[in-house]
């Protein structure tokens, strides 16, 4: 069983780095590009993933594997507290690699070499200073939209690793981790292409490096597969599923 699983989470994780390896192995350089017209797709795509956005989108993701998987009140709790723990844990690591690499983000970057401004004592200040300062200086860029310096105002923390993409990552593993040995194919695959489409738009939003990608790729891999073995031992187990299908005969 063990076997079968980190074999479906591995091959998961390969798939999901394709696109941030292949970007890290040319050498793609992000620079602004306002004419690219699916840059505004790509931020609401994101946005599924941001705060308070991904709070919501957790609890429907939640609430769609207990009813995709048919588990009855208890074991759906059980699930739900699996599920819970592995978000949120995940975001908690990210949040704690994050302020002991300090990697500035591409935009900061960018706005560096626009703007001479010091990315060190940019991010020597607090978040609200941090978000006057964009403002100030992309007030009237015409290189980039107004909505994307709003979204950069609310980003300025640091760039290593992605937590949108260890966010739809592991919940994109979890689906190959529970969803898929158990039939549930479309929705393991919608969720693999949300994934892979909100990493590609942490690229493309000059918020992050592909190396940042990988990383949060192969943490979620780890967070998908403790996840998915606690499921199948709490959860999935034949003695759990005997009594899962002799209280749904009793209702």
């Known amino acids: 069983m063990l076997s079968g699983l980190a074999k479906r989470i591995f091959i998961g994780v390969l798939?999901?780095?394709i696109m941030p390896v292949f970007v890290w192995f040319i050498d793609w350089t992000w620079t602004p590009n306002e004419d690219?017209?699916?840059?505004?797709?790509l931020f609401w795509m994101t946005e599924t993933a941001s705060s308070p956005?991904?709070?919501?989108?957790?609890?429907?993701?939640?609430?769609?594997?207990?009813?995709?998987?048919?588990?009855?009140?208890?074991?759906?709790?059980?699930?739900?507290a699996i599920l819970a723990v592995t978000i949120v844990g995940g975001q908690g690591v990210k949040s704690?690699?994050?302020e002991t690499m300090e990697e500035p983000r591409p935009f900061v970057l960018w706005m560096e070499n626009e703007f001479q401004l010091d990315d060190n004592a940019f991010y020597a200040l607090p978040r609200k200073e941090r978000a006057r300062i964009v403002e100030q200086h992309?007030?009237?860029?015409?290189?980039?939209?107004?909505w994307l310096s709003k979204h950069w105002e609310r980003e300025t923390g640091y760039s290593f690793p992605s937590g949108h993409t260890?966010?739809?990552?592991?919940?994109?593993?979890?689906?190959?981790?529970?969803?898929?040995?158990?039939?549930r194919y479309i929705s393991a695959v919608v969720l693999m292409v949300w994934a892979i489409t909100v990493a590609g738009s942490?690229?493309?939003?000059?918020m992050h490096w592909p190396e940042d990608l990988i990383v949060s790729v192969l943490l979620s891999g780890l967070f998908a597969f403790l996840a998915s073995w606690a499921a199948e031992y709490w959860v999935f187990s034949p003695r759990q599923v005997a009594v899962n299908l002799a209280e749904k005969c009793e209702e």
């Open 96 to 98: 704690a690699i994050k």
């Open 166 to 183: 260890l966010f739809t990552a592991t919940w994109a593993l979890l689906g190959i981790g529970m969803l898929l040995p158990r039939r």
């Open 15 to 17: 798939i999901l780095l």
């Open 36 to 41: 690219n017209p699916i840059l505004k797709p």
């Open 202 to 206: 942490r690229l493309l939003l000059g």
């Open 138 to 146: 992309l007030k009237g860029e015409e290189r980039v939209p107004p």
């Open 53 to 80: 956005w991904g709070a919501i989108t957790s609890v429907v993701l939640a609430l769609w594997f207990v009813w995709r998987l048919r588990l009855t009140f208890k074991l759906g709790a059980l699930l739900i």
